[in-house]
């Protein structure tokens, strides 16, 4: 016996390959297709649209096949309402919860469709009904009695097309990794779409390593910040005490970047400057009281830039401000990054990851690393809407500083 469902796909499905990479997934998984109706989107502004049945001899296989359709944006012609299950206690979702992707997905409630807030990657979906409403929730945020959607009837999910004309500025982010070192014209992109993101009263969100200090690119980014091109700053408990480091000792672990020599007792001055700005009470306080006249962090004090600095396992100190609770760290950097509208990650893997899971895939970033495999992590990690470059980082922040507020 053959089970058999109809699924359809439409937008840009030819020019993005979406509709070819749902065709192989088919065959791939040994399942069988017919395309019942096909529409091609003739003009730039015209979309395409695809109605194929997709069958296969075991209901199970089937059921995975669907799955992976429907990751890729391919939605059941007869949708049903969403199935929805009560979570039996705090932090538990019942078996077969359905685990969202970071793309744009609506559930169907009562016949009607609700756009899924927040959306996040791995993450459940609960439907309040009293609004009526649905919306992202990490597991550990789940309470018992929370209306959980399972399995995969009733979801919509629209994976971003690529764009078929430039897209001004933003244009170029359409995915993958650039080897180029460093490209003026690329990183002149960068520049243009940090320019209209601010210019347009959107949020850039930058998430910063400890490198973007030891290479000599803070005065760059400090000059970026009090200028108003970032709104708002991503980091670890490293960044902040290099940078502040940096203001005091005019070392970044012990490195003098001016001469690149390293001072007599240089390499106490990380854990000098830990002990100072624990002594003023914070970083706001060491600003307020003149211990700290300079660098990112002054900068992000006196121009009311938040930030959030989350900390981990091999911390020195930390700092006042450094967040030691993982799962508090998790949602500070969460609400950050759902309020962005840009994000250039700046030489850091794990703050990288750790951003790039939280971002809607309508997110635009940018990720610049030394190491390619830090760039290919986090697209691997699913961060697919993000655009990669290899290069120095010390070259590549001054030169996006000189776009921006020298061009």
């Given at each position: 016996?053959?089970?058999?469902?109809?699924?359809?796909?439409?937008?840009?499905?030819?020019?993005?390959?979406?509709?070819?990479?749902?065709?192989?997934?088919?065959?791939?998984?040994?399942?069988?297709?017919?395309?019942?109706?096909?529409?091609?989107?003739?003009?730039?502004?015209?979309?395409?649209?695809c109605?194929l049945?997709?069958?296969?001899a075991?209901?199970d296989r089937?059921?995975?096949?669907?799955?992976?359709?429907?990751?890729?944006?391919?939605?059941?012609?007869?949708?049903?309402?969403?199935?929805?299950?009560?979570?039996?206690a705090?932090?538990?979702?019942?078996?077969?919860?359905?685990?969202?992707t970071?793309?744009?997905?609506?559930?169907?409630?009562?016949?009607?469709?609700?756009d899924?807030?927040?959306v996040?990657?791995?993450?459940?979906?609960?439907?309040?009904?009293?609004?009526?409403?649905?919306?992202?929730?990490?597991?550990?945020?789940?309470?018992?009695?929370?209306?959980?959607?399972?399995?995969?009837?009733?979801?919509?999910?629209?994976?971003?097309?690529r764009?078929?004309?430039?897209g001004?500025?933003?244009?170029?982010?359409?995915?993958?990794?650039?080897?180029?070192?460093?490209?003026?014209?690329?990183?002149?992109?960068?520049?243009?779409?940090?320019?209209?993101?601010?210019?347009?009263?959107?949020?850039?969100?930058?998430?910063?390593?400890?490198?973007?200090?030891?290479?000599?690119a803070?005065?760059?980014?400090?000059?970026?910040?009090?200028?108003?091109?970032?709104?708002?700053l991503?980091?670890?408990?490293g960044f902040?005490?290099?940078?502040?480091?940096?203001a005091?000792?005019?070392?970044?672990?012990?490195?003098?970047i001016?001469?690149?020599?390293?001072?007599?007792?240089?390499?106490?001055?990380?854990?000098?400057?830990?002990?100072?700005?624990?002594?003023?009470?914070?970083?706001?306080?060491?600003?307020?009281?003149?211990?700290?006249?300079?660098?990112?962090?002054?900068?992000?004090?006196?121009?009311?830039?938040?930030?959030?600095?989350?900390?981990?396992?091999?911390?020195?100190?930390?700092?006042?401000?450094?967040?030691?609770?993982?799962?508090?760290?998790q949602?500070?950097?969460?609400?950050?990054?759902h309020?962005?509208d840009?994000?250039?990650?700046?030489?850091?893997?794990?703050?990288?990851?750790?951003?790039?899971?939280?971002?809607?895939?309508t997110?635009?970033?940018?990720c610049?690393?030394?190491?390619?495999?830090?760039?290919?992590?986090?697209?691997?990690?699913?961060?697919?809407?993000?655009?990669?470059?290899v290069?120095?980082?010390?070259?590549?922040?001054?030169?996006?500083?000189?776009?921006?507020?020298?061009?």
């Amino acid at each position: 016996m053959t089970h058999t469902r109809t699924v359809e796909l439409e937008g840009h499905i030819i020019d993005s390959g979406t509709m070819g990479r749902c065709f192989a997934l088919v065959m791939e998984m040994g399942g069988e297709f017919e395309v019942e109706q096909f529409d091609v989107g003739r003009r730039e502004d015209e979309e395409s649209y695809c109605r194929l049945q997709v069958s296969a001899a075991d209901p199970d296989r089937l059921q995975s096949i669907l799955h992976e359709l429907h990751q890729n944006g391919a939605n059941l012609t007869d949708p049903v309402d969403a199935t929805l299950e009560a979570a039996p206690a705090d932090r538990v979702v019942p078996a077969g919860f359905y685990s969202t992707t970071n793309h744009p997905t609506q559930v169907r409630y009562e016949g009607a469709w609700l756009d899924v807030e927040n959306v996040e990657m791995d993450c459940a979906v609960v439907v309040d009904p009293a609004e009526p409403r649905a919306y992202t929730a990490v597991l550990n945020a789940v309470e018992a009695g929370d209306l959980v959607v399972t399995g995969e009837a009733g979801i919509r999910v629209d994976p971003p097309d690529r764009p078929r004309s430039g897209g001004g500025h933003f244009g170029f982010m359409q995915g993958g990794v650039s080897s180029e070192r460093p490209s003026e014209s690329l990183i002149e992109r960068v520049a243009g779409a940090v320019v209209e993101t601010t210019e347009s009263g959107g949020t850039v969100l930058v998430v910063a390593g400890p490198a973007v200090i030891h290479s000599g690119a803070g005065d760059a980014l400090a000059r970026l910040v009090r200028e108003g091109y970032v709104d708002a700053l991503s980091a670890g408990n490293g960044f902040a005490v290099h940078d502040i480091e940096r203001a005091l000792y005019g070392t970044s672990l012990g490195m003098d970047i001016e001469t690149l020599e390293h001072p007599r007792k240089g390499h106490k001055h990380h854990i000098y400057t830990i002990s100072e700005v624990i002594r003023a009470g914070g970083i706001a306080e060491a600003v307020a009281e003149g211990l700290v006249d300079e660098g990112v962090m002054y900068e992000c004090v006196v121009n009311d830039v938040p930030y959030v600095l989350a900390g981990s396992i091999r911390d020195d100190g930390p700092l006042p401000d450094t967040i030691t609770d993982a799962v508090e760290a998790q949602n500070a950097i969460r609400e950050q990054a759902h309020e962005a509208d840009l994000v250039v990650m700046l030489s850091t893997l794990l703050h990288s990851v750790a951003v790039g899971n939280c971002l809607p895939s309508t997110t635009k970033v940018v990720c610049v690393d030394i190491d390619p495999a830090t760039v290919t992590q986090l697209l691997d990690r699913g961060s697919s809407q993000a655009i990669g470059m290899v290069t120095d980082i010390g070259t590549f922040v001054p030169t996006l500083a000189e776009k921006i507020l020298d061009d």
